[in-house]
């Protein structure tokens, strides 16, 4: 039932000679099929607000706004605890390290640990084994109380606050006691601390060069600038006493 | 002939360019599009009709596609341009479907 008349017109047009007016409608048609195909692409490529109303669009500007305010607000709370932690972080540090260094003190000062530093080498030799406990004693408070860090007595016995000094079983055979350890003349103390006052505290006129030699000993004291000082005083157990808190 | 190969050309240079429509030119763009394509379809049933010239066609396809930017400018300007631009749409579009309709009735005779 198709219209022979309008075919053949369209027929006709389709395969008609190409004239300006023909060169013209293909360059317009050209220009709409263009501008057709980039609004579509445009369309296409838009993003999801582009259709949105205005209201909606200030409405969700406005949901954003708030959202953003709240956000920035837990920022700013998250920053302030984060801060805090940071401070607290620093000061639990700095505590930490002030014990870790008083444990070290403490630890070295009770004898639990060796220790290597600076100090003296003391030997006294007694021939006739006439130095006794007392004039060990009498030393070991003098070097104390010219700072001694670490003492000990023969590479064995360390010397701290409980140790205690005893004569030897035997007056004549040149031994002491010192913490139930039996140690032998020569007696080789080595002192950690400040060389020069340590050697001072030997020598003064009364001191221990005075008095060992008066009892027929002899002393030499070494200064050194590394000394290590390796047996460890006996852990003890308190049974009575507790710290006040 | 060359009306058909330079529509595929101008379709294929779109989608293959995918130039990005100028700021100025973005509320024009789709209404000229419409007006265009009442042209052309006017143009096809002129054909249909015998009465076809490129002429008329070239005349009528530019004074369409300026006719309706400038009215949306207008509307712009009034602030009016979406409404406007809708009354447009729909003019250009009832006219597209009367002259789709008589292409039909020429073809079809239905």
Same mark, same amino acid.
């Given at each position: 039932m198709l219209d022979q008349t309008a075919l053949q017109r369209v027929a006709r047009s389709v395969v008609a000679r190409p004239s300006r007016g023909q060169a013209v409608v293909g360059v317009l048609l050209a220009v709409l099929g263009f501008a057709a195909a980039v609004q579509v692409s445009e369309v296409d490529s838009d $993003? /999801?607000?582009?259709?949105?109303?205005r209201e909606d669009l200030v409405q969700l500007l406005q949901s954003l706004s708030v959202a953003q305010d709240r956000a920035a607000g837990r920022l700013a709370d998250l920053e302030e605890t984060r801060d805090a932690l940071q401070l607290s972080t620093q000061q639990r540090q700095a505590a930490l390290l002030e014990s870790q260094e008083r444990l070290d003190s403490l630890r070295l000062l009770s004898g639990q640990v060796a220790a290597v530093g600076p100090g003296v080498r003391i030997t006294i030799d007694d021939p006739d084994g006439t130095v006794g406990a007392a004039t060990l004693l009498n030393a070991v408070e003098e070097l104390r109380d010219s700072g001694a860090e670490a003492i000990e007595v023969n590479e064995a016995a360390r010397v701290v606050a409980q140790t205690w000094f005893g004569d030897g &079983? $035997? &007056? /004549? $055979?040149?031994s002491l006691v010192v913490d139930s350890r039996t140690v032998s003349a020569p007696y080789v103390v080595e002192v950690i601390g400040d060389p020069a006052t340590l050697a001072e505290a030997t020598a003064f006129p009364g001191g221990l060069t005075d008095e060992a030699e008066a009892l027929g000993g002899t002393v030499s004291v070494v200064t050194s600038d590394e000394l290590r000082v390796e047996s460890l005083a006996p852990a003890r157990a308190t049974s009575f006493a507790e710290p006040v808190t | 002939m060359i009306a058909v190969l330079g529509l595929l050309v101008g379709v294929l240079l779109g989608l293959f360019l995918e130039p990005s429509v100028p700021l100025a030119l973005q509320p024009y763009l789709p209404i000229a599009v419409v007006a265009a394509l009442d042209a052309t379809f006017g143009a096809l049933r002129a054909l249909l009709d015998g009465i076809f010239d490129d002429r008329v066609f070239v005349i009528s396809f530019v004074s369409n596609v300026l006719v309706a930017a400038l009215i949306v400018y207008l509307g712009d300007q009034l602030g009016v341009g979406s409404q406007l631009s809708t009354g447009v749409v729909v003019v250009l579009g009832i006219r597209i479907f009367s002259n789709v309709a008589a292409i039909r009735r020429k073809l079809l005779h239905a």
């Open positions: $993003d /999801a607000y582009s259709g949105t109303r &079983p $035997d &007056p /004549a $055979d040149a | -």
